[in-house]
T-cell receptor
């Protein structure tokens, strides 16, 4: 399963530096991946997505990299800001065409002033 | 426009009681999802609806959990004979047609005493 312990991995980054958050996904058949940001007391918020026929996609200050060989996804945030502090989750479309999404291990990002 | 809304925002109940949690999706969104999120973990898929029918209910943990979406819009997650282990945040998300992006509501925090 995708459950994790009570203590989320934490990444502490200095304001203005770049952040890299990693995710190992489970299913080699997954063909669509999403990164979500979740702030305390709120639901997950879509950040960026990528399909399995791509290995890189860029948004505003964010880049997602996909390595299907090792089933690894990363989210890069440029010039990290205090407002980026949150928990970040990756999610995979478990089976192509089913629209069922499975969330992976979250990472807490702390931005230091 | 209005996002996904969930009511109540908090629900405290006693072990053995019945609860209903409501989700109002974004207007026009055809798909609706329910997730459960325990402290420090990623959202856990429960069920998703395409229109009025449950397209995938494989995440419902047992027969105490049931969800309906009778008119293809509002959905209700029903939990019978609640147990302390049901305490969690219940998240709802909706999606339009063949678009992949889900939009989440703020969640309902359920506490079973």
């Amino acid at each position: 399963g995708e459950s994790v312990g009570l203590h989320l991995p934490t990444l502490s980054v200095q304001e203005g530096d770049n952040s890299i958050i990693n995710c190992a996904y489970s299913n080699s058949a997954s063909d669509y991946f999403i990164w979500y940001k979740q702030e305390s007391g709120k639901g997950p918020q879509f950040i960026i997505d990528i399909r399995s026929n791509m290995d890189k996609r860029q948004g505003q200050r964010v880049t997602v990299l996909l390595n299907k060989t090792v089933k690894h996804l990363s989210l890069q945030i440029a010039a990290t800001q205090p407002g980026d502090s949150a928990v970040y989750f990756c999610a995979e479309n478990w089976t192509s065409g089913t629209y069922k999404y499975i969330f992976g291990t979250g990472t807490r990002l702390k931005v230091l002033a | 426009g209005a996002g996904v809304s969930q009511t109540p925002s908090n629900k405290v109940t006693e072990k053995g009681k019945y609860v209903e949690l409501r989700c109002d999706p974004i207007s026009g969104h055809t798909a609706l999802y329910w997730y459960r999120q325990s402290l420090g973990q990623g959202p856990e898929f429960l069920i998703y609806f395409q229109g009025t029918g449950a397209a995938d209910d494989s995440g419902l943990p047992n027969d105490r959990f049931f969800a309906v979406r009778p008119e293809g819009s509002v959905s209700t997650l029903k939990i019978q004979r609640t147990e302390r282990g049901d305490s969690a945040v219940y998240l709802c998300a909706s999606r339009w047609g063949s678009e992949d992006t889900q939009y989440f509501g703020p969640g309902t925090r359920l506490t079973v005493l």
